[in-house]
Every structure is written in C-alpha cells, then in structure tokens.
C-alpha cells in the first residue's frame, strides 16, 4: 500500500500564492502517477494537477497558467500562484498503482486552502 503526507495549506489573500507538497511511502515502486484534486464545499472532487511516470502532466482547466505540478522521485509539488477566492478547497494528494491488472488510488488526508482578504 501507499500512504501519502500532505503539507503547506493556509490562508492566503487573492493574488497570493501558496505551495503544497506530498510525499509517498509504502510501495512506492508501484506508483504509476501522482497529482492533486480538490473539493470545496457542495462540490465534487476535481482534478487540479498530475503528473504520471512518463512525464506527462494535465492541468484541470480552472489552474492552467497559474498552477504548477511537480515531482521529485515520491514527492509531488504544487506551485500555486495568482489565487482566487474559487481556488478555496480542501486539496488532496492522490497517487495511482496498478496492482495486477487493477487500479487502486491512494489518497492524503487533505490540506486546506483558504483564499480571502
């Protein structure tokens, strides 16, 4: 199994920025890619950011040009710049194993961002 820390949440004021960080133990050998969602209140889970072993990267529409993703051997970093009120969510690190031929996700226990003046 993987098991993931999540760091550096806060309050932040719009237009600041902020930057999180996620690092895996376990079998981290069998970890096919690492990103990051996030979940504001009556809202579903979306995809903020990932990044898989080939090192290709997505970006959910909302952050494009002003997040970025990115990873250092179990360790997966968001750079957050230019946040907006919207950008206030709960953010969880995620990371995707294929054991045998099933998908199993692993998931942090969430870091907080708050953006408000």
């Known amino acids: 199994q993987v098991q993931l820390a999540e760091s550096g949440g806060g309050l932040v004021q719009p237009g600041g920025s902020l930057r999180l960080s996620c690092t895996a133990s376990?079998?981290?050998?069998?970890?096919?890619?690492m990103g990051w969602y996030r979940q504001a209140p009556g809202n579903e889970r979306e995809l903020v950011a990932s990044?898989?072993?080939?090192?290709g990267i997505n970006y959910g529409d909302s952050v494009k040009g002003r997040f970025t993703i990115s990873r250092d051997m179990n360790s997966v970093y968001l750079q957050m710049n230019s946040l907006k009120p919207e950008d206030t969510a709960a953010y969880y690190c995620?990371?995707?194993?294929?054991?045998?031929?099933?998908?199993?996700?692993?998931w942090g226990q969430g870091t907080l961002v708050t953006v408000s003046s």
């Open positions: 995620n990371a995707v194993s294929i054991i045998g031929t099933k998908r199993v996700d692993a």
């Open positions: 990044t898989n072993r080939g090192g």
């Open positions: 376990g079998n981290t050998f069998s970890i096919l890619a």
